[in-house]
């Protein structure tokens, strides 16, 4: 399977505790977008990175999230301290560079904090 | 004021209907649009990109508006099986994708 893979698929995990996703985008990508998404809602921009280089976080973004991508491949997040309004999927997408690229998303991470 | 709106919906239409989603942005240097759809706890799925000249791909139709900053979809005789949700997608700075909530279809017997 040469798509976007993220793991774990599931993560459930108690208030406080620190929690880290990995996405692997497809090989070819350069770029690789972190979004957040709840019930009812669209995907909601996290960050994203070109490479290694983190382009733009979300102002939205707490401190509590962090990203990297250290060797232009895969890239993970972390969130610290875990509140229960951060349950919601994480998705990862990656492209190519350019306009109009289209993005492919993996199947997401969703988080459950009790 | 969110940079992609659509109306959420839900629309509830027949099998063989007609259907019509509308989106609007509000970065007037966005360069691409999109139209993308998930089904119930999956990931999104590209559907079509959106040029200025209009595209049709089988029933489904994508117009660009820029000068009103607007994207439509067309779904034409609708079947069962496009019941998902339409995300609305525009390109911000760096070619960011910007999503919509999205439009929930409902197609019925």
């Known amino acids: 399977d040469t798509g976007v893979s993220q793991n774990p698929r599931h993560k459930i995990t108690k208030r406080g505790q620190n929690v880290t996703f990995r996405c692997d985008p497809i090989s070819e990508h350069n770029r690789l977008y972190w979004y957040r998404q709840t019930l009812g809602q669209g995907p909601e921009f996290l960050t994203y990175f070109q490479n290694e280089a983190q382009l733009e976080k979300s102002r939205l973004l707490s401190d509590r999230f962090s990203a990297e991508r250290p060797k232009g491949s895969f890239s993970t997040l972390e969130i610290q301290r875990t509140e229960q309004g951060d349950s919601a999927m994480y998705l990862c997408a990656s492209s190519l560079e350019g306009v109009g690229t289209e993005a492919f998303f993996g199947q997401g991470t969703r988080l459950t904090v009790v | 004021r969110k940079e992609v709106e659509q109306d959420p919906g839900p629309f509830n239409v027949p099998e063989g209907a007609t259907v019509a989603f509308n989106c609007t942005y509000s970065n007037s240097a966005s360069q691409s649009f999109f139209w993308y759809r998930q089904d119930c706890r999956k990931e999104p799925k590209l559907l079509m990109s959106?040029?200025?000249s209009g595209n049709e791909d089988g029933r489904f139709t994508a117009q660009l508006n820029r000068a009103s900053q607007y994207i439509s979809l067309l779904i034409r005789d609708s079947k069962l099986s496009d019941s998902a949700t339409y995300l609305c997608v525009a390109t911000g700075g760096g070619n960011k994708l910007t999503f919509g909530t999205g439009t929930q279809l409902k197609v019925e017997l």
């Open positions: 959106v040029y200025s």
